[in-house]
């Protein structure tokens, strides 16, 4: 028998909160300053760096927490963030829940439009090939190549609010309209249940 999956489903971000920086264990802080409907947190792949990058819906910002649980600013005018991903390459997507688009924030901070054609993206997440994956609110998953094309890679999907890869490449969904978890082939682009019974589920994650 392989290792078993444990996920965590996150219900729909709530409404704009503040919270004081303070410790809460080794290497956990409570965010300081006012995050407007921070919908993501995505942190660096550097464990050491530990910082924190959070989609702004509220003022259209991204901003970054450092190990220290302050606040800065990344960039701004960011419309309709909703979802962030950081890249390999160290730049990071967001994506733009209102316009259907893929923002590129660089290292040095500037910002472009890596994409558009998407239908009110929630959730976002890379490949190994830094291939990035959405879900859409018409039901599909759609794809975003490094260079800003964009492809669907499956429909008929149930409302998706959010994505994550297992460490075998295989991509599950979680599904906000019917309460289930789909897994998908990225090879076949072939769809299977995997999990049902949840309610309302928005984002997800692997863990211990």
């Known amino acids: 028998m392989g290792r078993s999956r444990k996920f965590f489903v996150m219900p729909q971000p709530?409404?704009?909160?503040?919270?004081?920086?303070?410790?809460?264990?080794?290497?956990?802080?409570?965010?300081?300053?006012?995050?407007?409907?921070?919908?993501?947190?995505?942190a660096t792949p550097n464990a050491r760096a530990a910082n924190i990058y959070v989609a702004n819906y509220g003022n259209s910002t991204l901003t970054k927490v450092d190990d220290k649980g302050v606040v800065s600013l990344v960039a701004s005018n960011v419309e309709g963030a909703c979802g962030a991903a950081y890249g390999f390459d160290g730049n990071i997507d967001v994506l733009d829940?209102?316009?259907?688009?893929?923002?590129?924030?660089?290292?040095?901070?500037?910002?472009?439009?890596?994409?558009?054609?998407?239908?009110?993206?929630?959730d976002l997440a890379f490949d190994s090939h830094g291939t990035l994956y959405t879900a859409n609110s018409d039901g599909t998953i759609r794809t975003v190549t490094p260079e800003g094309a964009t492809n669907i890679l499956v429909s008929g999907l149930s409302s998706p609010r959010g994505v994550a890869f297992d460490a075998n490449g295989n991509l599950f969904v979680s599904n906000f309209g019917n309460g289930t978890i789909s897994k998908i082939n990225i090879a076949s682009a072939s769809?299977?249940?995997?999990?049902?019974?949840?309610?309302?589920p928005a984002t997800l994650a692997f863990g211990p």
Do not use: C, M, Q, W
Not at 16 to 30: E, K
Not at 101 to 119: H, T
């Open 14 to 42: 709530p409404s704009p909160v503040d919270i004081p920086s303070r410790r809460l264990g080794p290497g956990l802080f409570a965010v300081a300053g006012f995050l407007l409907f921070a919908s993501v947190l995505v």
């Open 97 to 122: 829940l209102v316009r259907g688009r893929v923002y590129r924030i660089s290292k040095s901070g500037s910002l472009s439009i890596l994409s558009g054609g998407l239908v009110r993206p929630e």
């Open 191 to 200: 769809v299977n249940p995997f999990a049902t019974g949840l309610h309302g």
